[in-house]
């Protein structure tokens, strides 16, 4: 047999395939390793901190390999981007923004408006209506212009109601009156023509009466033409809470046809809040069982072109807020403190599987 004939009877006779292990079994496939932003239909996205991205490589690492989509957590927020009234201090945001940009990812601004992490120019600050009204149409233009083009969406107005449903007192209302938050979207719109400007808001899932508050003031900025893209869902939520009511602000939220964002996700465990708190798998699979639900509400109640995606609220537990704000011990996200995957990550990629 020449040397091509035998290559050709090897070809016949299955090449040079691995032999099955067994009789009626396959060899196994190369393992394909799936990651939140591979098997998501629409973006997965994480808020992060700049000093986390430059100073912890894993951090870094998790953000490009799982994620496609990047909110600022704190950068871009009144207190950081804008610290005195001539001077504005892009170095935070920048570096969040360029990393967003460079590696391909969406990138979600957050906040322009909002009562808290205002700075202390703006406490402090004595005016007329009109000199307030300079001072929130500066701001909102300077920052969404500075912007321009590498910004996708905006959180343009952050919290602007409490729990009953009713405006919260916050200075902007009380130096602007209950105008302010229309005439912000409309400043952000001036700005940037193309940029997603979105109302942000917790507790929709808790709160009947601040969730119909928040479609009342879409069915309102509508009827008049102010402009409005989508709705943020920020969802800090826990293990407890029941699902139906989760589907429910969803599921309402979806129905407005507008643009539907989960934009600060994260599901505490500690309910108690005690100190020295370790979870049991048994709770560790309630947590998965909660970002199951959470990820598949989303995926199969928004309609598909309305998903601005899932955000979570940082990367692993040792970067989120919570244990500060509840001075006790949590581990509310995906990641463990070392970036190894939780359970709750076995879950939030469950849901988000087509
Ligand atoms: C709210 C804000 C966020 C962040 C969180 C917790 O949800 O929208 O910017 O401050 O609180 O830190």
Known sequence: MT????????????????????PGTTP????????????????????????LLTGKPLYRQTLETEFSSITSENHLKMRQVHPEKDRYDWSGGNTIVDFANQTGKRMHGHALVWHQSVPDWVTQFKGDSLAWENLLRDHITTVVKQYK???????????????????R???????????????????ARQADPAVK??????????????????????ADFRKRNIPIDGVGLQMHTNI???????????????????LVHISELDVRVNQAKTANFSPTDALWQR???????????????????????ITTWNVSDADSWIPS????????????????????????????KP
């Open 3 to 22: 040397r091509n004939l035998l290559l050709f009877a090897i070809l016949l006779m299955g090449g040079c395939r691995q032999p099955s292990a067994q």
């Open 28 to 51: 196994n496939p190369t393992p394909v390793t799936s990651t939140l932003r591979s098997v998501a239909s629409f973006p997965v996205g994480a808020a992060i901190n700049p000093s």
């Open 149 to 167: 083009g590498k910004i996708a969406s905006w959180d343009v107005v952050n919290e602007a109601f409490l729990d009953d449903g009713t405006l």
């Open 169 to 187: 007192p916050t200075l902007w209302l009380q130096n602007l009156g209950p105008g302010y938050m229309a005439r912000s979207f409309q400043y």
């Open 197 to 218: 400007l979105f109302y942000n808001e917790y507790g929709q899932e808790y709160s009947a009466k601040k969730l119909a508050a928040v479609l009342a003031m879409v």
């Open 240 to 258: 407890d809470h029941p699902d139906a009511q989760i589907e429910n602000a969803i599921r309402q939220t979806a129905a407005t046809g507008l």
């Open 287 to 309: 947590q998965k069982a909660k970002y199951q639900a959470i990820a598949t509400a989303y995926r199969t109640i928004v309609p598909p072109a309305q998903q601005h995606g």
């Open 325 to 352: 704000f509840c001075q006790c011990n949590d581990f509310p996200l995906p990641f463990d403190k070392d970036f190894k995957k939780k359970a709750a990550y076995d879950g939030f990629l469950t849901g988000l």
